[in-house]
């Protein structure tokens, strides 16, 4: 029993070593499992956010008065909004589409009289609702400007306000777009290099006709299948440490929970990432194809259905469905509970037994056609 | 000279119909060329949301009086807000925090009501999840708004006065700032750069593994007329995944197609020719399928981000702004946006054409040119 | 018009320090079949690459049909056909859409081309198959459907290199015979092969030896220069080289499959002695024979004594 075993290891362990040499001969490989990873990172952590300011801000003043003036230094002071033109309301519409103005203020004439004679005054806020983010943020923003307007001008306030809310932000009271990225894209990093990654180097060895030679020798097929997955699966868990360290770095991007618990989360993530790389070199045998159905298979769902951009919770049902059979939705929300909230196993357990179910599965899947297409 | 001239016609037809007919003849790629921008859309479409509403919320209410009853009920139907659960005590609503089942809870104190009735100030508390930013910017906001609308309300009516100043909104375009009409025209972008960078890439490579790009160099075949002529089909197929998925976008999310179809065509041409450029140029760098399929990779991932698809360009580093006046994708999803939902034609996108063709031109010239060169 | 179909004068080709042709010279008629031999990283390939105007030459002059393969390279491509070692034919296609598409690659459209392409692919023996996906055909008919490609225009010069690479010997031979049809009607045929038994069927031969042409000669000639003599098969059991070696007239004895190749000058010996010599030194069962000297005995004897011989 024993010598089978010391067999056993002895075959995958010369699988593996085969595999990474493969790795080191082409530097490439490595390049995209390690410094495209860290690119990435950074383009997004400094790249995507969704708060905006500076906004260019067109204005038609048609009262040119110190009241109307004011105000548009209220829009401006705050650094909120650029001014970025003096128009005619008229040519709004021309503004926005030649993407030079992301709203027009418009302020009527008789402004400051209104405002004098203490009769309520309107401004209009023209937006460009073409970019719906940004133009939430406009809106968010010039309403906050006008309201705190409005009370400097409007009578003080006879006493304590009758109402009053506290806000409390907890986890990332900052409200800093990396803390809440950096898990996300681990997710999405760690996917990609894992599911392309074997889905070209098996594809490869079926269209070289090396993977043949491997069924002529003794090497059992889940021999292979795990030899293959190993060298992976340690440049994946390097991966995983890059995109922490950076996050760390970088970012400031806490681990508020068990790294341990963050590790076990990555790898059972990893396994089933593998797994599904090699299931789709087994299916399609042919790197150009591999590489399309992988990229599709595992960029989009991870990106668009793991919770990692857009919340799960706005989607149409069928699409929450489905978002459960994607296991990036279980790292994200694992990875995120561990690392900003600093859950424990006690909350997070749900999401490390479905990534060990994923992964048992698809490894399954993988080896039982693989050995269908030798039959 | 003109016989000369046909025969570089015939000669670009032999390479066109060739790439075309082994394009069709695997079901696989066919497959990849329509399928995948379909699912795309789709996903996109329905899964991309910047909207942020229904956020589940947990409700404490110590107070349990009419006034905290009619207060919550009010803050909780505008949409932006749903209510999950409710909890006797905040630890509890906490935990569920913790959980990621709520990711707002509302605390209202014994004694709301009495101090709201009193004129006493009444005190709300809202504990937000942050780890999301946008999504709790929103929620608070939320909150913010509604007792800070009820506060100017009660104020006024106690002080006889209206607030003196106030906003009136106008939205162009897009008043429900639903998210599909801005999204699928960066889907249109995104998808195209990705089916015809990484297929030529990848087909140029192939011909060179197997060998028939040796062959087809040693016929007069020019340089020019090859790039030329393996591109020609991916061009029709990039027009054809463009009524694609501008036909799903209006049947699903009612896109609408305001502006000059023309326009569009002539700048989906102008980008497809840079993004097959781009395609041939990491194909003349890389001696395998794999290397290329890396190198397109290595570009699409990138270009997608600074595009300005996902998050507004206005949001990012100064630096990275800079840099995303070099990505093409930026000025086709500049230029679809404006047709599709402007309205906008020629004479307001003439910059963005032109930038296209300066980077048509540019990038197939480069890939033209380092492909001779490797003959030498 | 005499100008031979292919010249080459001080043709060099260095990649980095390593000369992969070095100052290599010939001539080639047209409408002869010119073969040119060499072991493997001989300089075979890199000699046809740039002949062919796939690789600039780093040094001298070669001019293929008339035209100089560096000033003229597109006038080079429409009067040559190019055959690699590898059938690099569209495996995905159809046999008529591989033709299809080499008559439009040398300009050919229309009547004119549907006309050629029926006449090539009764030619290679391929009409009837025109509607087989390539990938589905056997070795040989993809390599005589890679000859058809490459003669679609009609090409002066023909440069096969290695064609019949791992193709089995009867097709080897079909494929022979359509190279001869072809120089019968004055088609020059440059070819590159491994198989010396093939390289008789060329008018002339040039043998490379680590990037140098050593020797250029009809295949008659080169046995006469590289190796003169009788050679003499004997076979038997306990047959010593070594003490034929020793006798005078006898010139070489090698080991050659279960007996022994022995080159001796006729004028100083003769076989009754050599078979006298073996029976002395233990033969048993002896029989001689005297046989006709391959390019087999003529590459090794070259490529053996090359580096002495082209030392000046």
Redesign the interface.
Known sequence: MNGRLSRFATRVGAMSFKEALHVRR?P??L??ALV?PV??LL??G???????????LAVADGDRSESSRA?VRAFTASGEFDRVAEVDPAR???L????RA?AVLVIPWGHARR?AA?R?????????????????QV??K??AI??A??RR???A??S??????????????A???A??LVPGLAAYLLAIAAV?LTA?TVA?EWERGSMEQLFASPVGRLEIILGKLLPYLAIGLVQLLLVLAVGAAVFEVPIAGSLWLVFALGLLFLVGMLGQGLFISVV?R????A???G??SSL?PSM??SGM???I????AP?QALSRVIPARYLV?GL??AM??G?GLA?LWPDLASLALFAVVIVALATARFRRRLA | MTAARGAGWVRLAAVARKEWLQTLRDR??VF?LVV?PL??TV??G?????????V?AAVVDGDRTPESRLHLRRLLADGTLRRAAAFESGAAA?AA????EVALALVLRPGFGED?LA????????????????????A??A???Y??E??AE??AS??G???????????????S???P??MIPGVLAMLLV?VTT??TA?GLA?ERESGTLEQVLVTPVAPMELLAGKMTPFLVLGLFDVLLVLTVGTLLFDLPLRGSLPVLGAGTLLYLLTTLGIGLLISTASRT???A??GG??FV??AV??AGV???I????RA?QLVTWLDPLRYYA?LS??VL????GAA??WPQLLELAAFGIAIFGAAAARFRRELG | MTAPAVVARDLSRRFGDFTAVDRVSFEVERGEIFGYLGANGAGKSTTIRMLTGLLAPSGGEARVAGHDVRAEPDRVKGAIGYMSQKFSLYLDLPVAENLRFFAGAQGLSGKARDARAAEVLARVGLAGREGAVTASLPGGARQRLALGCAILHRPQVLFLDEPTAGVDPLARRDFWALIRELAAGGTTAFVTTHYLDEAEYCRRIGLMVDGRLVALDTPAALKARWVPGQVLVARGRGLDAAALRRLPGVLAAEPFGAGLHVRLDPDRIGAERVAAALRGAGARELSLASAAPSLEDVFLAVVGGAAQEAAP
């Open positions: 082409d490439r490989t390049y995209m495209m690119v990435m383009l997004f400094y790249g995507v956010s969704f708060d905006v300011d500076h906004l260019p105000l709004a519409d021309d926005f589409r030649r993407s992301a405002l203490g309520p005054a309107a401004v209009e806020l023209l937006v460009d609702g073409s970019d719906g983010t940004t133009a939430n809106l968010a010039a309403d006008v309201r307007e409005g001008l409007g009578p306030p006879a304590a306000p009758p109402l009053e809310v506290q806000v409390l932000t907890r986890y990332n009271p409200g800093r777009s803390v809440y392309l070209l490869g399609t042919n790197q150009l194809v590489t399309q159905a990229a599709l989009l668009l259905l951009l857009f919340p919770e706005n989607m149409p699409l929300h995120r509970g900003l909230k859950n909350v | 696989r790629i990849m995948a699912v795309q996903l996109f329905y899964a991309v949301d910047f909207q942020v509403d229904q589940p906490l925090m913790d959980r990621g709201l004129g006493r100030t009444a005190r709300v508390q809202a504990v937000l999840d942050g780890t999301d930013p946008n999504r709790a910017t929103v608070g906001a909150a913010s708004r007792f800070g009820r506060a009660l104020a106690r002080a006065v209206e607030p003196p100043l106030r906003l009136v909104p106008r939205i162009f375009y897009n008043p700032l639903r998210t009409p801005y990705v990484i297929v990848m192939r399928q794999q290397q399929f890396l990779f290595l991932l990138p981000l600074l996902v998050t507004p206005s949001s990012m580093p990275l500049e946006r404006a939902q402007k309205g906008a307001e996108l």
